[in-house]
């Protein structure tokens, strides 16, 4: 059974969560996890600027997803930064480029997942990946979240991430906060549960 993580990351936070989902996948006797990127669209110039280059650079030897390759997964989970309470544009632009799925109902009953970053506490974690929801629905996947059984998001003994809509991580203002522990704990129940359900429906 084939779980895909397609992912967008610019400085890392969302390649860790990432892996973290991709153990929890792992977990699931018979899952397999595949970690992809989608493709960057920003200039080399324009990441320097930004002081993403260096962190792109150790993201490398993950490969480009295609989205063929979608259709061959029993699972996707799909994490993206948030962009103004949405997803980012890298994202946008390779959903943009699944039409022809849609049009052979090729990801028609797979497991569809969805894990976040943001700068702050209340960046639009969860209006990201509520309105990435709407692009699952329209290609009739299952929609799978982050269930209150895992404890951990109802913790208040720090800020962190995490809803029933899906694990996130908050970075900071200027990306110096790395996924914690916690929020890694939430991201491998995410990967967990998505695998285990997508086992249920291949049967």
Same mark, same amino acid.
């Given at each position: 059974?084939?779980?895909?993580?397609?992912?967008?990351?610019?400085?890392?936070?969302?390649?860790? /969560? !990432?892996?973290?989902?991709?153990?929890? @996948?792992? +977990?699931?006797? %018979? &899952?397999? *996890?595949?970690?992809?990127?989608? =493709?960057?669209?920003?200039?080399?110039?324009?990441?320097?600027?930004?002081?993403?280059?260096?962190?792109?650079?150790? /993201? !490398?030897?993950?490969?480009?997803?295609? @989205?063929? +390759?979608?259709? %061959? &997964?029993? *699972?996707?989970?799909?994490?993206? =930064?948030?962009?103004?309470?949405?997803?980012?544009?890298?994202?946008?632009?390779?959903?943009?480029?699944?039409?022809?799925?849609?049009?052979?109902?090729?990801?028609?009953?797979?497991?569809?997942?969805?894990?976040?970053?943001?700068?702050?506490?209340?960046?639009?974690?969860?209006?990201?990946?509520?309105?990435?929801?709407?692009?699952?629905?329209?290609?009739?996947?299952?929609?799978?979240?982050?269930?209150?059984?895992?404890?951990?998001?109802?913790?208040?003994?720090?800020?962190?991430?995490?809803?029933?809509?899906?694990?996130?991580?908050?970075?900071?203002?200027?990306?110096?906060?790395?996924?914690?522990?916690?929020?890694?704990?939430?991201?491998?129940?995410?990967?967990?549960?998505?695998?285990?359900?997508?086992?249920?429906?291949?049967?």
């Amino acid at each position: 059974m084939k779980v895909l993580i397609v992912y967008y990351s610019m400085y890392g936070h969302i390649h860790r /969560m !990432a892996e973290a989902l991709a153990e929890g @996948v792992r +977990e699931v006797p %018979g &899952a397999e *996890a595949f970690l992809r990127r989608v =493709p960057e669209t920003l200039s080399e110039e324009i990441l320097k600027k930004m002081g993403a280059l260096e962190a792109q650079k150790a /993201m !490398a030897h993950v490969p480009l997803c295609t @989205v063929d +390759e979608l259709a %061959g &997964a029993d *699972a996707v989970i799909f994490g993206s =930064p948030t962009r103004f309470g949405n997803m980012c544009g890298q994202m946008r632009q390779f959903l943009d480029a699944t039409g022809g799925l849609w049009a052979k109902s090729a990801l028609v009953g797979k497991v569809g997942s969805v894990f976040t970053s943001s700068g702050t506490q209340h960046g639009g974690q969860e209006s990201t990946i509520l309105t990435f929801h709407v692009t699952l629905l329209h290609q009739g996947m299952v929609i799978v979240g982050l269930p209150y059984s895992f404890a951990g998001q109802s913790r208040i003994d720090e800020i962190t991430g995490g809803s029933p809509y899906g694990a996130s991580t908050i970075a900071g203002g200027k990306g110096e906060r790395m996924p914690s522990e916690n929020e890694l704990a939430g991201a491998r129940y995410q990967g967990r549960h998505v695998a285990t359900i997508a086992k249920k429906l291949s049967g």
